[in-house]
Each structure stands twice: as structure tokens, then as C-alpha cells.
């Protein structure tokens, strides 16, 4: 399985001030953007660099930069919208899709409503973003719909993860490497995670 649990004490820390249900809105969705930088970080621990020549007031010499233009940002409406301030700290210049996606309150099953990928999305490297893995149904069917564009590297990344999400992204898309800040203990009747931190959306949004 390639997933990867960020083990951190601070990440630990903010986790804990992020499931409270003390912590107001502000704070919430600074949280969420700050763990999304800090999984964008890991995710790209691997990623290739380009060999440059630059100057340094000093002298000439030879590094490594990134070619920000080969990665795709694509948070799933609405709660993975949050995710989105921090990644782009990380690469500015990234190009960002959208997937509208909704979980139904009876069936739990995910309901597409938008899709909108940049041109070229078939060349690039996709991060999909959405802070909570619970059924997995939305992550499944958001990567579904992104190699049907012909998107061929894809990683997704969340906050909290279900282990039950975990089994059924990894069944149906092997290839695709979950990055999570926690993995949690399982789903509850209502397919929330236990313990979570709530409706992630409505925490970021202020809906209820
Ligand atoms: C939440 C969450 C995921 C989905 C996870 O979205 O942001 O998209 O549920 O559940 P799953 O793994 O069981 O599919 P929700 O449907 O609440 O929509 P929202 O982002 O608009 O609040
Ligand atoms: N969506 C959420 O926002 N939270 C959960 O616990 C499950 C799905």
C-alpha cells in the first residue's frame, strides 16, 4: 500500500486544535491550509529536478530548480478548496482543476456536479485534494474521472483517513499514493470517521 501518515509532533499539535469542536472558523480553515502545506511538501519528496546554471552574487554555479508548470492542484468542491491556499504556497505556479462533488446524506454514495481540469492535464502530474477519505467513494470516483482525461500520475492527499477509505482507494487504484496528516480508527453508522473532526466542509464553509 502506498500510503503515507505524517508522524509529527506538531502535526500531531494542530491536529488536536483541528478536531476540537471549540475551534471556530478562522482557526479551522488556517489549519487546513497549514497541514495541506506540510502533505504537499512530503508528497513531492520524490519529484525531479532540473538542472540549472544561475549566478549567485558571487559566482557562477550549477543547481536544481522545478518545473512548477508540470503539476496540477485539483481540490474536490467543496471542502478540498481549503487545502488549496497552502499547496499553492508551496507551487505557485501550479495550474488548478476542480471537481464538484457531493456525498449523498442517504446512499453515501458521491454525486459529480462540476469537472474542469486545465488544457495538457494528460501530461502532468495530479495532486488531488480533499481533506477527509471516509468511504472512499468521492476519491475513487474523482480519480475515475481524472484518468478518463487521461491523466496517468496521480496522488491524493487528505487530513484524515478511514482505514476502510484507505482499503477501497488502494483496491481500485493501486498506483495512486495517499498522503494523510492521521489515519483514523473507522467509520461511524452515518459514515463519519471516528474520531474526525465533523462535516469538513461545514467546519471550513460555516454552514451548520
Ligand atoms: C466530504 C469530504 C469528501 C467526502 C468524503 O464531502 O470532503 O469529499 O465527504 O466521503 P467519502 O470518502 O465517503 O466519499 P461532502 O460530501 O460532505 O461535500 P462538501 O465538501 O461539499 O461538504
Ligand atoms: N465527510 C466529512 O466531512 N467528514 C467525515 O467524517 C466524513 C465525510
Known amino acids: 500500500m502506498q500510503v503515507t501518515e505524517l508522524t509529527h509532533p506538531l502535526i500531531e499539535h494542530k491536529l488536536a486544535i483541528l478536531r476540537d469542536e471549540k475551534t471556530g472558523t478562522k482557526e479551522f480553515r488556517e489549519l487546513v491550509s497549514e497541514i495541506a502545506m506540510f502533505l504537499c511538501y512530503e508528497a513531492m519528496?520524490?519529484?525531479t529536478l532540473e538542472e540549472?546554471?544561475?549566478?549567485?552574487?558571487?559566482?557562477?554555479?550549477?543547481?536544481?530548480?522545478?518545473?512548477?508548470?508540470?503539476?496540477?492542484?485539483?481540490?474536490?468542491?467543496?471542502?478540498?478548496?481549503?487545502?488549496?491556499?497552502g499547496v499553492i504556497k508551496v507551487i505557485p505556479n501550479a495550474k488548478i482543476g476542480h471537481i464538484g462533488m457531493y456525498r449523498n446524506e442517504e446512499t453515501f454514495e458521491p454525486v459529480e456536479y462540476f469537472f474542469k481540469v486545465p488544457k495538457g492535464v494528460e501530461e502532468k502530474e495530479v495532486f488531488l485534494l480533499d481533506p477527509m477519505l471516509a468511504t472512499g467513494g468521492s476519491a475513487v470516483d474523482a480519480i475515475e474521472?481524472?484518468?478518463?482525461?487521461?491523466?496517468?500520475?496521480?496522488?491524493?492527499?487528505?487530513?484524515?483517513?478511514?482505514?476502510e477509505g484507505i482499503e477501497v482507494v488502494t483496491k481500485k487504484h493501486p498506483e495512486v499514493p495517499i498522503?494523510?496528516?492521521?489515519?483514523?480508527?473507522e467509520l461511524n453508522e452515518n459514515k463519519y470517521i471516528c474520531p474526525g473532526l465533523g462535516d469538513a466542509g461545514d467546519r471550513i464553509y460555516g454552514t451548520k
Open 52 to 85: 540549472v546554471e544561475i549566478k549567485t552574487p558571487i559566482e557562477v554555479m550549477k543547481t536544481k530548480k522545478l518545473d512548477e508548470s508540470r503539476y496540477i492542484f485539483v481540490p474536490i468542491l467543496r471542502a478540498g478548496m481549503g487545502m488549496l491556499d
Open 45 to 47: 519528496k520524490d519529484i
Open 145 to 163: 474521472s481524472l484518468k478518463a482525461k487521461g491523466v496517468k500520475k496521480i496522488n491524493f492527499l487528505c487530513i484524515i483517513a478511514a482505514p
Open 179 to 185: 498522503f494523510c496528516a492521521h489515519i483514523d480508527r
